[in-house]
């Protein structure tokens, strides 16, 4: 092996090493949810993170805040949310349909979500894309936090909690209520805009992506004039 | 997360730049264009998953 291939082999294995371990430790909470009719819609931020057993049993209570807008705008949408193979088992789908009732009486979609337990993939659907229309949808009217634990019990320990949260939690637990109901068929095509929760005020960003854009499809194009003159 | 690989991936399409120039090596170039490309669709999808009202 020459020295240049060496060192091209060394750079790509130092690219490895460094990007593997990370892209392994997949963060509890999600980075985005992406609506199928609309594109990335929020960010999910977490307001708690549960360090009882650090890096064993690490818990997060995230929240969907750029969902709520969502939810307002379009009265009804499905959250669906894959937690795939765990312990070995069946990947595991959850639909919940949240309402516009339910962000307008005050509280964020919160969720409790182990390390375990993650999901790995977050959809919101316009309503009826999955199921199909005339189907039955749990829908949460009143429950401000919902777990996604294996056993997909309602989760209601709020021990490490801190103060504020706990108030917080409880108070949503102890109203808690679910309502069955039957949508009738609307009008799935609909279309919304909605803009990525991180696009607010990151102009120097979204310049330097363009900036970068351009680079690299010069690079292409100039790789291409080179090739072709080689030839 | 995504900060981190825009990192790693920039100083990766740097190499590829710097170094198939010097070595004449189209191949490296090629990859280093589109390292860029991938890169400034990360941010623009993304934007480093940076908050709103923060700022660089």
């Not at chain 1, 960010?43 to 995230?62: F, V």
């Not at chain 2, 590829?16 to 490296?28: A, D, E, F, I, T």
Request: aromatic share 12%; proline share 3%; hydrophobic share 45%.
């Amino acid at each position: 092996m020459n020295t240049k291939n060496r060192y091209i082999l060394v750079m790509i294995g130092a690219l490895l090493i460094l990007t593997l371990p990370n892209i392994c430790a997949v963060p509890i909470c999600w980075d985005r949810v992406i609506c199928e009719s609309s594109g990335v819609v929020s960010n999910g931020s977490i307001i708690y993170i549960d360090y009882t057993s650090p890096y064993l049993a690490k818990e997060e209570y995230c929240t969907l805040d750029g969902l709520n807008a969502e939810v307002s705008a379009n009265r009804v949408i499905e959250i669906v949310i894959h937690q795939g193979q765990y312990q070995g088992g069946d990947s595991d789908i959850k639909r919940v349909l949240v309402d516009n009732e339910f962000v307008q009486s005050g509280g964020n979609i919160a969720f409790k979500l182990s390390k375990d337990t993650s999901p790995t993939t977050i959809i919101c659907n316009d309503i009826f894309p999955s199921a199909g229309p005339g189907s039955g949808y749990e829908v949460i009217r009143s429950l401000k936090y919902w777990s996604a634990s294996y056993d997909q019990q309602w989760f209601a320990n709020s021990g490490g909690l801190p103060d504020y949260s706990y108030t917080q939690f409880k108070y949503a637990l102890d109203e808690n209520s679910q309502n069955t109901i039957d949508f009738v068929d609307t009008n799935i095509s609909k279309s919304y805009n909605n803009y990525p929760a991180t696009m607010g005020g990151n102009w120097l960003i979204f310049t330097l992506a363009i900036f970068l854009f351009i680079i690299g499809l010069l690079l292409l194009i100039q790789t291409v004039i080179g090739y072709m003159q080689r030839r | 997360m995504m900060w981190y690989l825009f990192l790693v991936l920039s100083i990766f399409a740097v190499f590829c730049l710097v170094y198939g120039r010097k070595q004449n090596s189209l191949p490296l170039q090629l990859i280093s264009g589109i390292l860029f490309i991938i890169i400034s669709i990360n941010l623009f999808l993304t934007g480093l998953d940076i908050p709103i009202g923060w700022s660089l």
